[in-house]
């Protein structure tokens, strides 16, 4: 086994571990299984990845979203370390060769979503696997209780009985104690280590701000708080629209979702991340896995959902612990909107089952067929077509993946992929006899490299056409002939979302639906709103303390640099300057009346506010500027008036 500090230092450049991390690594080392719950920023993936990298075999990483597969892909490869994924957008070659080479080659991490566990080949090829770790990612999926609950995880239970020995490390951010009770016991964990970090956050300030021209407020920050930042909103049509505004004040900007082709959206992150561009204004498909340390402020234009959500978005500002703000902006018409929006996320059982049944209509699937099948997706042609309204076949279809039942990927605008599917010596004999292919079939070799032979490859046809000096359909034309005659399989980059049907097709009427759980969710997701409501709309207590007590989390201190705690002092000071005015005015009426009874004194002042002159007393006498004499009456202690 090899060191695990030297493993930090050769792939990631760090001396040392952050505080649980190397506790949390050296408990999965030793085969016991492991809770982590560490605040946005502090460092989860290393706590899965560096054992992995000090042992033999490989880790089934478990994850929900495809785009945060891609980007911890991505992000290990760019370490040197041989990582895959697999998710809906592959074929079946492409998923056959990725879960092979987890066998017979050194594949060291692999990324599946949760419905894959329960596949046929996913059970056989993890059977023959040396898995060395089951890493659950975004765990509190898996809990009722938490705020993005994913029925799919349940299914993790039982894949786990195919790995009796292999200990489950189980990550998130944000779980409360129910969730974590929840994790626990949903992912059978015995005896398992919890490794916790209190998730108050010293260099980041939180304020939220009742604000009319939100604009305005937005504006005002964003000059004030210089550096890099994200606002977060809540329709992809907002992004664009409040991108172009800061453009036209001054600020450079950027709109992302997960609408956009996936060049532009990373061509646009990568331009944030390069500090090109300051400011990204965002849906909340964007921030997860992304590792940028200078984010000096998140400013939330629209309230999320709940404070979970809120507490990892903001998070992403100031990871290099320096100073940063969180900021959320609102109005009362936000507040109701709040409420409005839980309540079109739960369409009504009949519209559900009217969404299914349109489904299985429009790919004409029958009864007890299509499992695990995939098609393009359009939803504005789906709902025209049956005559239903977009905006409820959004949160049905939601809703229907939330249950289990069809599993939806916004994956266009990826890149094409090719794999070669014979080895070096039968390419040669192929080149040989198709001569007009050779020029061709060695560019894309040059291009692309060796990797071509072991796994599916990302390419652009027109980085292709441009150095093979052609164009882009005879680019097209030659892939298509090498695809025909199986010298590659190409995979086109898909131009639409796809829609993956999880199950065999039910009759609508009998679909299984979970009614009473879904009514429970909605209970739920009303509550977490009400307490998004109530940390926005508070002006007393501390809100990194309103936060730390949503997490169950409650011998923390005031931090000091909240809007509340710096208005508190504010007030305070300002209660000083009048308790010490009005103190000087109590001596100098004693030193011209003479003693007095506090009852008697009182009633002189009796249009002052009571607390201000008891606490004007108080001080008086503590500072020994006057005292009581022998009749019980108070005087001023020096003969001489001030």
Same mark, same amino acid.
């Given at each position: 086994?090899?060191?695990?500090? #030297?493993?930090? %230092?050769?792939?990631?450049?760090?001396?040392?571990?952050?505080?649980?991390?190397?506790?949390?690594?050296? *408990?999965?080392?030793?085969?016991?299984?492991?809770?982590?719950?560490?605040?946005?920023?502090?460092?989860?993936?290393?706590?899965?990845?560096?054992?992995?990298?000090?042992?033999?075999?490989?880790?089934?990483?478990?994850?929900?979203?495809?785009?945060?597969?891609?980007?911890?892909?991505?992000?290990? =490869?760019?370490?040197?370390?041989?990582?895959?994924?697999?998710?809906?957008?592959?074929?079946?070659?492409?998923?056959?060769?990725?879960?092979?080479?987890?066998?017979?080659?050194?594949?060291?991490?692999?990324?599946?979503?949760?419905?894959?566990?329960?596949?046929?080949?996913?059970?056989? +090829?993890?059977?023959?696997?040396?898995?060395?770790?089951?890493?659950?990612?975004?765990?509190?999926?898996?809990?009722?209780?938490?705020?993005?609950?994913?029925?799919?995880?349940?299914?993790?239970?039982?894949?786990?009985?195919?790995?009796?020995?292999?200990?489950?490390?189980?990550?998130?951010?944000?779980?409360?104690?129910?969730?974590?009770?929840?994790?626990?016991?949903?992912?059978?964990?015995?005896?398992?280590?919890?490794?916790?970090?209190?998730?108050?956050?010293?260099?980041?300030?939180?304020?939220?701000?009742?604000?009319? !021209?939100?604009?305005?407020?937005?504006?005002?920050?964003?000059?004030?708080?210089?550096?890099?930042?994200?606002?977060?909103?809540?329709?992809?049509?907002?992004? %664009?629209?409040?991108?172009?505004?800061?453009?036209?004040?001054?600020?450079?900007?950027?709109?992302?979702? /997960?609408?956009?082709?996936? %060049?532009?959206?990373?061509?646009?992150?990568?331009?944030?991340?390069?500090?090109? @561009?300051?400011?990204?204004? /965002?849906?909340? /498909?964007?921030?997860?896995?992304?590792?940028?340390?200078?984010?000096?402020?998140?400013?939330?234009?629209?309230?999320?959902?709940?404070?979970?959500?809120?507490?990892?978005?903001?998070?992403?500002?100031?990871?290099?612990?320096?100073? *940063?703000?969180?900021?959320?902006?609102?109005?009362?018409?936000?507040?109701?909107?709040?409420?409005? !929006?839980?309540? +079109?996320?739960?369409?009504?059982?009949?519209?559900?089952?009217?969404?299914?049944?349109?489904?299985?209509?429009?790919?004409?699937?029958?009864?007890?067929?299509?499992?695990? #099948?995939?098609?393009?997706?359009?939803?504005?042609?789906?709902?025209?077509?049956?005559?239903?309204?977009? !905006?409820?076949?959004?949160? /049905?279809?939601?809703?229907?993946?939330?249950?289990?039942?069809?599993?939806? !990927?916004?994956?266009?605008?990826?890149?094409? =992929?090719?794999?070669?599917?014979?080895?070096?010596?039968?390419?040669?004999?192929?080149?040989?006899?198709?001569?007009?292919?050779? #020029?061709?079939?060695?560019?894309?070799?040059?291009?692309?490299?060796?990797?071509?032979?072991?796994?599916?490859?990302?390419? #652009?046809?027109?980085?292709?056409?441009?150095?093979?000096?052609?164009?882009?359909?005879?680019?097209?034309?030659?892939?298509?002939?090498?695809?025909? +005659?199986?010298?590659?399989?190409?995979?086109?980059?898909?131009?639409?979302?796809?829609?993956?049907?999880?199950?065999?097709?039910?009759?609508?009427?009998?679909?299984?639906?979970?009614?009473?759980?879904?009514? %429970?969710?909605?209970?739920?997701?009303?509550?977490?709103?009400?307490?998004?409501?109530?940390?926005?709309?508070?002006?007393?207590?501390?809100?990194?303390?309103?936060?730390?007590?949503?997490?169950?989390?409650?011998?923390?201190?005031?931090?000091?640099?909240?809007?509340?705690?710096?208005?508190?002092?504010?007030?305070?000071?300002?209660?000083?300057?009048?308790?010490?005015?009005?103190?000087?005015?109590?001596?100098?009426?004693?030193?011209?009346?003479?003693?007095?009874?506090? *009852?008697?004194?009182?009633?002189?002042?009796?249009?002052?506010?009571?607390?201000?002159?008891?606490?004007?007393?108080?001080?008086? @006498?503590?500072?020994?500027?006057?005292?009581?004499?022998?009749?019980?009456?108070?005087?001023?202690?020096?003969?001489?008036?001030?």
């Amino acid at each position: 086994m090899t060191d695990i500090r #030297s493993v930090l %230092k050769q792939y990631w450049g760090y001396d040392a571990f952050r505080p649980f991390q190397e506790d949390a690594i050296q *408990a999965v080392l030793k085969g016991m299984d492991a809770l982590v719950l560490l605040p946005t920023g502090g460092g989860k993936s290393i706590c899965f990845q560096v054992p992995v990298m000090a042992s033999e075999g490989v880790c089934i990483v478990v994850t929900p979203l495809i785009a945060l597969m891609k980007d911890q892909v991505e992000q290990l =490869k760019r370490r040197h370390i041989p990582a895959a994924a697999i998710h809906s957008g592959m074929s079946k070659t492409e998923i056959d060769i990725t879960l092979d080479n987890c066998i017979h080659g050194n594949t060291k991490f692999l990324y599946v979503s949760p419905e894959r566990l329960r596949t046929d080949i996913m059970i056989a +090829r993890t059977k023959r696997m040396k898995v060395c770790l089951l890493a659950i990612d975004e765990a509190h999926c898996i809990s009722a209780w938490g705020y993005d609950f994913r029925p799919s995880y349940l299914l993790i239970a039982d894949f786990r009985k195919l790995l009796p020995k292999v200990p489950v490390m189980a990550l998130t951010a944000t779980a409360t104690e129910e969730v974590r009770t929840d994790i626990l016991d949903k992912l059978e964990m015995r005896n398992a280590r919890v490794f916790k970090q209190s998730f108050a956050r010293a260099n980041l300030s939180y304020s939220a701000f009742p604000e009319e !021209s939100k604009e305005r407020k937005l504006l005002q920050i964003l000059r004030n708080v210089q550096g890099t930042g994200i606002v977060y909103v809540r329709t992809r049509k907002r992004t %664009k629209e409040l991108a172009d505004w800061l453009n036209r004040q001054g600020i450079s900007a950027t709109s992302y979702h /997960a609408g956009l082709p996936f %060049k532009d959206r990373s061509e646009r992150q990568t331009a944030w991340i390069q500090n090109r @561009i300051r400011i990204v204004v /965002a849906t909340n /498909a964007f921030g997860m896995g992304i590792d940028k340390p200078d984010v000096r402020a998140v400013i939330h234009f629209d309230l999320p959902d709940n404070l979970e959500a809120y507490y990892q978005e903001a998070g992403r500002a100031g990871r290099d612990e320096k100073k *940063a703000y969180a900021v959320a902006l609102f109005n009362k018409i936000d507040l109701e909107e709040l409420i409005d !929006s839980i309540e +079109r996320k739960y369409p009504p059982v009949e519209m559900l089952r009217r969404v299914y049944q349109a489904l299985a209509n429009y790919y004409k699937i029958a009864i007890g067929a299509g499992e695990l #099948s995939g098609f393009d997706f359009d939803i504005q042609e789906f709902a025209g077509i049956f005559g239903l309204p977009v !905006s409820e076949t959004h949160y /049905a279809l939601k809703l229907l993946e939330e249950e289990g039942f069809v599993q939806l !990927s916004e994956s266009f605008g990826d890149s094409s =992929k090719i794999h070669f599917l014979v080895d070096n010596r039968q390419l040669y004999d192929f080149q040989i006899r198709y001569q007009e292919m050779d #020029s061709f079939i060695k560019l894309i070799l040059r291009m692309y490299g060796g990797e071509l032979f072991t796994e599916y490859v990302r390419i #652009s046809e027109t980085e292709l056409a441009q150095i093979h000096f052609a164009n882009v359909p005879e680019i097209l034309r030659k892939l298509k002939f090498l695809a025909e +005659r199986e010298i590659i399989d190409y995979e086109p980059r898909r131009d639409k979302p796809q829609l993956t049907f999880l199950t065999p097709r039910y009759d609508s009427s009998l679909l299984p639906l979970n009614v009473f759980e879904i009514q %429970k969710r909605k209970d739920r997701d009303l509550q977490k709103a009400q307490a998004v409501i109530r940390y926005a709309s508070h002006t007393k207590r501390c809100r990194t303390l309103l936060l730390l007590e949503y997490f169950h989390e409650y011998d923390a201190e005031e931090c000091g640099v909240c809007d509340i705690c710096i208005q508190n002092r504010k007030n305070e000071a300002a209660r000083d300057a009048v308790v010490d005015d009005w103190g000087e005015q109590i001596t100098h009426f004693l030193y011209r009346e003479g003693p007095m009874l506090p *009852a008697e004194l009182s009633r002189a002042f009796e249009n002052l506010p009571g607390e201000v002159f008891l606490k004007a007393l108080q001080e008086l @006498i503590q500072e020994e500027a006057i005292h009581y004499n022998e009749q019980g009456m108070l005087t001023p202690t020096n003969k001489t008036q001030p």
